[in-house]
């Protein structure tokens, strides 16, 4: 099982960035996909998650109404848009997956990284001016 993120980068305050996470290796159904950052000197965070069971999402409080995670069945990939990014959303970002054998992504709940059993290499975000 393999786990390829993509997409980070430099971009200015305020300025998107779109996330990929492509899955080989299996199919992802009944799996979570999540993703989390670690900025240095901080723990790792998770930030959204995505169901492929029930279509189930999650967001952290820090990230609500600007990242929007989604999917595409036919890609094996997980992507997660980011705008209105902050200086504080700079952060090696990391997607990673687990089977859902119990509901582990809905509204409320959070997403925790010792659940996970597959993880990407991360991708560096960098906001600054």
């Known amino acids: 099982v393999q786990l390829q993120a993509s997409g980070g980068g430099l971009v200015h305050p305020g300025g998107s960035l779109r996330l990929s996470c492509e899955v080989s290796g299996l199919t992802l159904d009944y799996y979570v996909i999540s993703w989390f950052r670690q900025a240095p000197g901080r723990e790792r965070e998770g930030l959204s998650c995505?169901?492929?069971?029930?279509?189930?999402?999650y967001y952290a409080d820090s990230v609500r109404g600007r990242f929007t995670i989604s999917r595409d069945s036919a890609k094996n990939t997980v992507y997660l848009q980011m705008n209105s990014l902050k200086p504080e959303d700079t952060a090696v970002y990391y997607c990673a997956t687990v089977r859902e054998s119990l509901p582990l992504c809905y509204d409320g709940r959070g997403v925790y990284d010792y659940e996970y059993h597959y993880w990407g290499q991360g991708t560096l975000v960098t906001v600054s001016s």
């Open positions: 995505i169901s492929t069971s029930d279509g189930n999402t």
